[in-house]
Every structure is written in structure tokens, then in C-alpha cells.
């Protein structure tokens, strides 16, 4: 048999100390493989590329932390990567080979970006594939530019199906960075994906992004993880504050069967420790209850509605120039002033924020689901 060790998000931009307890530094170090979600790149002196949202970067010193931790491989493929561009995405990778840890889903080329990574582990050959929803630094058309795999190219179908009739690997586990943050279900279009991805030849389907947990199933024979939520995400002026989340030990049989086991753990100021099951506030039984078609059905319309009048119509109405008032009577006015969530932005800011609204996956499936729902189209 063979083990792994799977966490969700990482990104530590407050410490250059080693922020893992002994008892999670175990658990890294007992299985023949571990592997997390590098969400954004290390600290450097590049400028930070054109974008909606905030700019993500963490300290240096975190890839020899984990390296010294036990971690095998870094996932790249999320939507904070190429925060500055191609050269911060490079600095990273040259950390990462620095420190002889490997990497997958963003690259300096389309194609070494779309490139799987086949191991042996034990006596299985692994396939990993890692993509993520379109954000900035999505690898979509231009194949000669660097940045991250986009999960709905037809370059991953064609490479689960290639590992799976011409490697002969044994086993395909399938990395997703996509979902709607902070919301512990996942949406239509990324269930129906994931599934997809089973269907294909993946052996497993493990998402992140969502920062959230959510919910877990078995899809025939293969397993779907749809969130792990955060690992290590600590924020500078919260550092009061305990985050719970949890990672995966996957063990890999002969028979082909895969067993997990969850391991649950806290961040109290900005170090990471293992705790019991009993002891965490996360909730598998009424996650997993929440994935179960009746009840999934009703909540996700609820999901659709939610999400878009707190998040895509306020983006919106700051693209448009349009405040929402608390009664959400939409007034035009002729110069933008304080928004939602963006104070006042130019000509410029409001147009690429437009085209992240358009090129996001997330976003289009719930501004189209919403208002599909809410008129009866």
C-alpha cells in the first residue's frame, strides 16, 4: 500500500519560523508522500500584474520550511500564482527546484503548465493532474505564455484519458483549485465537472480553493473531495483568531481501493497543530448531508441567489457606476463613489474587473443561474 498526505491552501506571508507543530510535522513525515496547495508566489521585487482582487505573495523561507516539514509537491494551479507575473511565478519555481521540491500545474509554457506528473510510489505509478478555474493567469488560449492550467481545457481530458490508456498508471488523483470562497457546497458546474473528470479515469478529484470545507463523496469506485478548505492561511491582523480545517491521509490498496483518513487541525497564533476529531468544529455529517440530492437541490438555488446579490451584483454595480442601498434599489449616479466592496475606481479598474467577472467560471454560473431562477428563463 501507499500513503499520502494532502492539505488543503497554504500561504504564509506572516512568519520566517517554522509555524508546524510536532504532532502535524508527524503526520507529514509518516506517509510515503505529502503534497499542498502553494497558493501564491514568494516575495519578490516584480511588479504585480493588472488584476481584480487582491495580490497574494509569501515569505521565501516558507518552500524550505516545507521542505524541512516533509513535503514532496507543491500545486500551482490557483488563481494567486501569477500574481507578479511571469517572473515571480519563475522565482518560485527556481525556490522550489532550490529545495528539490517538485511542482505541478503552473509553468513558464503552455505546455510544461498542462504537463502531468507521473510517480512510483511504493509499487504503484501515480498520475497528478492540477488545474484551476479561469482567474488571472489562466493558460486558456495563448499557448506560448506562462501561468497555471485551466481546468476546462480540453488538454486535461485528453490528459487523464492519455494516463490512463498510455501510462498505465495506476492510480490518477485529479488537483482542482475552483468554487465559490467561503460557501460549503459546491456548485452545479463544478460537481458535474469533477464527475466528469471521474468519468474519464480519475481515481480521485481533491478541490481547493473554496477556503472552506465542503462536503466528500463516493461516485461510483472514485472519491470526490470537493473542498479541504485552508491549511495554513493566517492573516496578519487576525492572528487571535483559531482557524480549524483538515487534510487527507489516502491510502492506495492493491485491490484498487482507496481509504482515507482525516486529519483535523487548528492555526492559533500563526502555527498550525493536529487536534482530535472530537475537538474540531468541522462537521462531516451535515457537509455530506448537504451533497444528498433533495436537500442539494433546494440549497443550491438558495446558493445561486445568495452569492449573487452579496457578490456579483455589488462587482457589478461598481463596474457600472451603481451603489446598492440597504432596501438594494440600484441608484445611478454620475461619479462612483463608495462601493460595497471597492472604493473608487477608475475607467480602467472597472473594465478589468468586467472581464473577471465574464472570464471567471464561478461567477458566470452564478449570475446565470441566479437570474435564470429569479425570472423563470
Known sequence: MAKLF????????????NFFS??????????DYSIANFEAPIETNFEPIKKAGPHKKQKKET??????????????????????????????????????IKTIGAELSFEKAYEPLIVNIKEFKFGFINASEAQFGALTTNESESGYAWINHKRINETVIHLKEVES?????????????????????WRNRYRELCDLGADCVIGSHPHVPQGYEKYG???????????YFPKKDNQDKIEHGYSLILDFQKDSSISFEM??????????????????????????????????NKLIELI??????????????SVFNTVVDSDGVYIKIKKLIKQILYQKRNQEHRE???????????????????????FNL
Open 263 to 296: 486529519v483535523y487541525h487548528t492555526v492559533n497564533n500563526n502555527v498550525i497543530s493536529r487536534i482530535d476529531s472530537k475537538d474540531s468544529i468541522i462537521d462531516f455529517k451535515s457537509l455530506n448531508s448537504k451533497l444528498e440530492e433533495d436537500k442539494y
Open 63 to 100: 518552500i524550505p520550511i516545507l521542505k524541512e516539514v516533509g513535503f514532496d509537491l507543491l500545486l500551482l494551479a490557483n488563481n494567486h500564482i501569477f500574481d507578479y507575473g511571469k517572473e515571480g511565478l519563475k522565482s518560485t519555481l527556481d525556490e522550489c527546484h532550490k529545495n528539490s
Open 169 to 189: 498508471v495506476d492510480y490518477i488523483i485529479f488537483f482542482a483549485h475552483a468554487g465559490l470562497e467561503h460557501y460549503d457546497i459546491p456548485l452545479i458546474e
Open 22 to 31: 510536532s504532532n502535524i510535522r508527524e503526520q507529514i513525515q509518516k506517509v
Open 221 to 231: 469506485e472514485k472519491m470526490i473531495f470537493y473542498s479541504l478548505g485552508n491549511f
Open 6 to 17: 494532502i492539505c488543503g491552501d497554504l500561504l504564509n506571508n506572516v512568519t520566517t519560523q
Open 304 to 317: 445561486y441567489s445568495d452569492a449573487y446579490e452579496k457578490i456579483c451584483y455589488p462587482y457589478y454595480a
Open 352 to 374: 478589468i474587473l468586467l472581464y473577471h467577472l465574464t472570464k471567471n467560471e464561478t461567477y458566470r454560473y452564478i449570475t446565470l443561474n441566479a437570474i435564470r431562477n429569479k
